[in-house]
């Protein structure tokens, strides 16, 4: 069982029961189509006597995210599993895993650059610092989102391995 919220509609969701060679359902309700693969990615659907014509533009199935062009307009769903939602009920989503709280130097080195500043919001994978170690420039990014709090490092500043370099509030 999923649970399905697209961009276009995002208040309302979906609960799909999909089993391959069996029976779909929607909300509990038989979902009838006919999917006909086209090649690299297109498809043809019949639903309700209606023709579509599908394309499915990216995949990511770490977030369960899709991409879809259906009929020439893009729509992006996302799902959630029962572990997900289960996750969702314990206040553990990935939303609240995601905030971070500080960065810490993986290895010993020297701090070659800073860029960010106090106050800054960054996203996961924004670059922080520069930080050279072994003759090898490092970038560390951030592993979450947040906002930097405060930068416990200088320029040139030599840090040790599990060292705090920045602090998200």
């Known amino acids: 069982m999923l649970q399905v919220r697209t961009d276009a509609t995002p208040d309302q969701t979906w609960e799909v ?4 060679n069996g029976l779909t359902t929607v909300n509990g309700q038989p979902f009838e189509w006919d999917l006909t ?10 639903y309700n006597n209606r023709s579509y014509s599908a394309e ?9 995210t899709v991409v879809l062009k259906l ?11 029962r572990f ?3 996750l969702d009920k314990l206040g553990m989503s990935n939303t609240a895993a995601s905030k ?20 800054q919001t960054v996203q996961k994978g924004d670059p922080l610092l520069v930080l050279e170690a072994m ?3 490092n970038i560390l990014k951030a592993p979450g989102e947040g906002t930097v709090a ?18 998200f509030s």
């Open 56 to 64: 499915l533009i990216t995949a990511d199935y770490t977030t369960k």
């Open 150 to 167: 405060a930068i416990k490092v200088n320029l040139r500043d030599n840090v040790t391995k599990g060292q705090v370099l920045i602090q």
């Open 135 to 137: 003759k090898m420039e």
């Open 84 to 86: 997900d939602l289960l």
């Open 100 to 119: 971070v709280n500080e960065l810490k130097a993986p290895m010993p080195g020297l701090i070659v650059d800073i860029r960010v500043e106090p106050g």
């Open 37 to 46: 693969p086209l090649g690299q990615g297109r498809y043809h659907l019949l």
């Open 71 to 81: 009929n020439g307009q893009q729509l992006q769903l996302q799902a959630k599993d």
């Open 17 to 20: 029961d999909y089993r391959p």
